[in-house]
């Protein structure tokens, strides 16, 4: 099993920039990719970024492309998104998951950390 703890969310004004981080504790061998979604209420949740855990590859959903961009270090099992130029409509609980090799599904899941934009 694989653990993951988000951290970083908070108050920020339009505009301005905040750095989310996840932590993976647990069988972090068997993570292949993690990715970082987002949650409104109502809504479903949306992909936002995916990094693989070996090379580095990455792929943004067009609505974040050039605004947020994701990173991981292997040595702290930590992946981040750096969000900058925030918009109220950023506004969302965030939330890193994370995947074995075999499966398109992110199965592991963090608890969430909450983002607010402010206008």
Known sequence: QVQL?????????????LR???VASGSTFSI???AWFRQVPGKERQFLAR???SDEYTYYAD??????TMS????KNTVYLQMNSLIPEDTAV?????RGAGTPKYEYW????????SS
């Open 5 to 17: 703890v988000e951290s970083g969310g908070g108050l920020v004004q339009a505009g301005g920039s």
């Open 20 to 22: 989310l981080s996840c």
């Open 32 to 34: 292949y990719a993690m």
């Open 51 to 53: 990094i693989n855990w």
């Open 63 to 68: 609505s974040v492309k050039g605004r947020f």
């Open 72 to 75: 991981r270090d292997n040595a």
């Open 94 to 98: 965030y939330f890193c998951a994370g």
């Open 110 to 117: 963090g608890q969430g950390t909450q983002v607010t934009v």
